[in-house]
């Protein structure tokens, strides 16, 4: 059964930093990994989506790395600011599991400091 | 094209009533998902469906709780008989396509029992 843990379960920065969030997955075999932002009492915006043959997406100030063979993804957010405080999820889509799409992470609250 | 749009976006209910929801998924996506997170916790997969079918319903409780997704019209998540620990946000996400392609959520519906 495939399962996604990310790390740091919590993270505060000050505003401006170049910080990092980690994603990763027990089973290699997914059809693609997507990274979401959730902001309190809101529902998920997408973010990136990865398919499985790449290796990074990049949108603004966002970029996803994906390493299928270890079951890795990263996202990096540069110069970041108090607006991007939020819950970041990833998400993979089995490969083998025709229905239950999208496992989810425990999620990263990120908090950016003025 | 407006979004997935899910209502309404916060119910009431009293413990042994219906609970309702409904989510119409963005135009052109055949494929709805519904997932329900729970205060402080992840988000659980719940149950697929494509247009009058029900595609995988693993992670939906046997009991209380059945879906559907009309040819016409949206697709409801019904709970029966609900109790204080269905008190929860509920999310749907479209597809247009199976796997590959990119999720896209509501705003959710949270649900509280009172």
């Known amino acids: 059964k495939q399962e996604v843990t990310q790390i740091p379960a919590a993270l505060s920065v000050p505003e401006g930093e170049n910080l990092v969030l980690n994603c990763s997955f027990t089973d290699s075999a997914i059809y693609n990994l997507q990274w979401f932002r959730q902001d309190p009492g809101k529902g998920l915006t997408s973010l990136l989506l990865i398919q499985s043959s790449q290796r990074e997406q990049t949108s603004g100030r966002l970029n996803a790395s994906l390493d299928k063979s270890s079951g890795r993804s990263t996202l990096y957010i540069a110069a970041s600011q108090p607006g991007d405080s939020a819950t970041y999820l990833c998400?993979?889509?089995?490969?083998?599991?025709?229905?239950?799409?999208?496992?989810f992470g425990g999620g990263t609250r990120l908090m950016v400091k003025p | 094209n407006a979004g997935v749009m899910q209502n309404p976006r916060h119910l009431v209910r009293r413990r042994g009533q219906e609970a309702r929801l409904r989510c119409s998924p963005m135009?052109?996506?055949?494929?709805v998902y519904w997932y329900r997170q729970l205060p402080e916790e992840g988000l659980k997969f719940m149950v697929y469906l494509q247009k009058e079918n029900i595609i995988d319903e693993s992670g939906m409780p046997k009991e209380r709780f059945s879906a559907e997704f009309p040819k016409e019209g949206p697709s409801i998540l019904r709970i029966q008989q609900v109790v204080r620990g269905d008190s929860a946000a509920y999310f749907c996400?479209?597809?247009?396509?199976?796997?590959?392609?990119?999720?896209?959520f509501g705003q959710g519906t949270r649900l509280t029992v009172v």
């Open positions: 998400a993979v889509t089995p490969y083998y599991d025709a229905g239950n799409m999208l496992t």
């Open positions: 996400a479209s597809l247009q396509g199976f796997a590959e392609t990119e999720a896209f």
């Open positions: 135009k052109g996506h055949s494929h």
